[in-house]
């Protein structure tokens, strides 16, 4: 009987504990990590690599490759309408977010070393820095734009 008591208060103590602690809220950066996240996207010309990104998404998203042959599922022009009305600014927030995790002293010297560089990485602005959640928010928001053209 005393092994049964004991479980039963190992047990709830635990669960108890879990529910101590409310989860953290979500990520954000402050004023000052903002701007230099802002002179980053600017330093680093993140919208060009960022809308670069978008278009090679849409581009495996034309066709369904598994027909035979392929079946077109957006046009080129379908496409290029969705990048024009790509909104950078509202997804600027993603971005806030996301690089909150980064420190002011790291963000510095990532708007430096872009700045020697000339603000692109590779030939046609294609590598950029990447999170999970800054992936995530681009394909959905491709994906939602891709839903409502049809």
């Known amino acids: 009987m005393k092994y049964i008591v004991s479980l039963f208060f190992v047990v709830f103590s635990s669960f108890a504990a879990a529910q101590e602690f409310p989860p953290p809220p979500p990520a954000m950066s402050n004023l000052s990590q903002q701007k230099l996240i802002d002179e ?8 060009e690599a960022l809308i670069n990104y978008a278009k090679e998404y849409l581009e495996l998203k034309m066709f369904d490759y598994n027909v035979d042959p392929p079946k077109e599922l957006l046009t080129k ?19 806030y977010s996301s690089f909150s995790f980064i420190s002011e002293k ?38 939602y734009a891709i839903e409502n053209i049809k």
Do not use: V
């Open 40 to 47: 980053f996207i600017e330093a680093s010309q993140y919208k």
């Open 77 to 95: 022009k379908q496409a290029n309408s969705i990048i024009n009305n790509f909104n950078f600014d509202d997804f600027k927030i993603s971005l």
């Open 106 to 143: 790291n963000l510095k010297e990532l708007i430096k070393f872009h700045k020697s560089i000339g603000g692109k990485l590779s030939r046609g602005n294609s590598a950029l820095l990447m999170t999970p959640t800054i992936d995530l928010n681009i394909k959905n928001q491709m994906d």
